[in-house]
């Protein structure tokens, strides 16, 4: 090769740098089934991250994300079917189901691919447990959601207490971690009931539980719509004025919509916007983009899961490779999301993050405290 052409070679690289690299991101989430009033609002929190990362240039201002998206239908087979698609197509992350079932049903797959994978919201505990070192969460965790809730029954003097639970799904057994910790706190539990996701007459619980003497002071149920809407009618119906307790599966537009029967209804989520919090700077930007308010956190959720991954990358020195990526996943401390700060690292996956207490009142959010829950109190996960 003459000098010449050298030359011009070299000029021409100079003159034309090489393209920003670029992160594949796939997303096997539920768009449609029973699983969409969760990740669809996720999603719009991932495309508001996106786009603010792409358009400040990308990652460190200069690695874009390119997200690759399925629905997975709410249905496991399906995730695990669509995990090897994205696997197939190179991504570098794999963004998972808001539940544990279906996202675990992609272990085989991330696992064998040595890709990291991040469930949008599923907060049971035992999902890094049992989906081992490239299986992430994004969400408190179930147990801690109990105690956060157990404490503050017990606190407002609340000595008795019901839990209603379905042990088709980990997440709806949540009500069992409530029930450990207001046991240990000196609480007594009065009994418990299950139910199957999609029933719909739960006449049969309501009546056995207004015929409790005494009543319980408190009843705890992770149950989510649409079945949560029909057990709190039918509590209500039979005379059951037990004060509600429930989880983060219920904050959403639908039980704020439920008037009457809904006031004093308290639950725990993932954050609340209070006067100056990152939460309420994504509120503002969330409803600029889309013209409307957010209903609910799990649009916060979405971007925050996206902060997570700019993070890794930065903590990574760039690099896209998944093996890199998840090593720095795992070792993230304090990354600051909408929500609250966040923190992989000595969690084995389940991230310290946040818990919100919310009371319905008036048809809207009343923030009832942020606390965190003493450790010892906090039940070890618990396998279903």
Known sequence: M?????????????????????????????????????DTPVIDGIHIAVDEI????????????????????????????????????????????????????????????????????????TLPQIGGDYMFANFPGDNVQATVSAKWAYDEGHRSAYIIYSPDTQYTTMPLYFAEVFEKLG??????????????????????????DPQPDVIMTSTYEPDFPSMLKALRAAGVES??????????????????????????????????????????????????????????????LIKVIEAAVIAADGSTDAQTLRDAIANLENVQGATSMITYKGTDGMPLREVSLIRVKDGGRELIGQPTPDAALIPEPRVQ
Do not use: W
């Open 243 to 304: 004060q509600m307790i429930g989880s983060d599966g219920i904050d959403s537009p639908t039980t704020f919509s439920l008037g009457a029967v809904a006031e004093g209804l308290v639950f725990t989520t993932a954050g609340h916007p209070t006067e100056g919090s990152p939460l309420e700077a994504f509120n503002k930007k969330f409803e600029e983009v889309n013209g409307k308010a957010p209903e609910t956190v799990f649009n916060a959720v979405g971007y925050d």
């Open 54 to 125: 792409n358009q400040a240039g990308g990652i460190d201002g200069k690695i874009k994300i390119e997200l690759l998206e399925k629905d997975v239908r709410s249905d496991a087979a399906q995730t695990s079917i669509a995990t090897q698609e994205l696997v197939d197509e190179g991504v570098s992350v794999i963004v998972l189901p808001c539940d544990a079932d279906p996202a675990l049903a992609a272990i085989g797959v991330v696992t064998e691919a040595q890709i990291p994978a991040i469930s949008t919201c599923a907060s049971s505990p």
């Open 2 to 38: 003459n000098k010449l052409l050298i030359s011009t070679l070299l000029a021409s690289a100079m003159a034309f740098p090489a393209a920003a690299e670029t992160l594949r991101v796939g997303v096997a989430t539920a768009q449609t089934g029973a699983l969409a009033p969760f």
């Open 187 to 212: 609480g007594k539990m009065l009994g418990e009931d299950t139910h199957t996701i999609g029933q719909q007459d739960f006449s049969a619980i309501a009546t056995r539980i207004a015929a409790l």
